[in-house]
């Protein structure tokens, strides 16, 4: 059974700092993509940052590109989302999204698997 945690998210100060983690388990594949996506109340959910196993295929969304860093520690079967210079506008629930093939895509429907998602709260 495949399984997807997200963990770190809390309340930031605009500008500051986060690294959400996604932790993986029952999920084997020699290609893979591995995806962050977050909806906030009321709007889409929409991906914000991709990583596979193709090396150097990570990409982000334009509203991100430059403030976020996609990661993974393979022995952990973990992937990280460090994101710097957040804003208001970041605020959601963040989501952790997987699938056994390599893609580049931001479509919620290409993935197969999903976590529960931690909140972000950028605030003043």
């Known amino acids: 059974q495949v399984q997807l945690v997200e963990s770190g998210g809390g309340l930031v100060h605009p500008g500051g700092s986060l690294r959400l983690s996604c932790a993986i388990s029952?999920?084997?594949?020699?290609?893979?993509?591995i995806a962050w996506f977050r909806q906030a109340p009321g709007k889409e959910r929409q991906g914000v940052s991709l990583i596979s196993s193709t090396v150097g295929g990570n990409y982000y969304a334009d509203s991100v590109t430059d403030r976020f860093t996609i990661s993974r520690d393979d022995a952990k079967n973990t992937v990280y989302l460090q994101m710097s210079t957040l804003e208001p506008e970041d605020t959601a629930v963040y989501y952790c999204?997987?699938?056994?093939?390599?893609?580049?895509?931001?479509?919620?429907?290409?993935?197969?698997?999903w976590g529960q998602g931690t909140q972000v709260t950028v605030s003043s």
């Open positions: 999204a997987a699938r056994r093939s390599i893609v580049r895509s931001f479509a919620a429907k290409d993935y197969n698997y």
């Open positions: 029952g999920f084997t594949s020699d290609y893979y993509t």
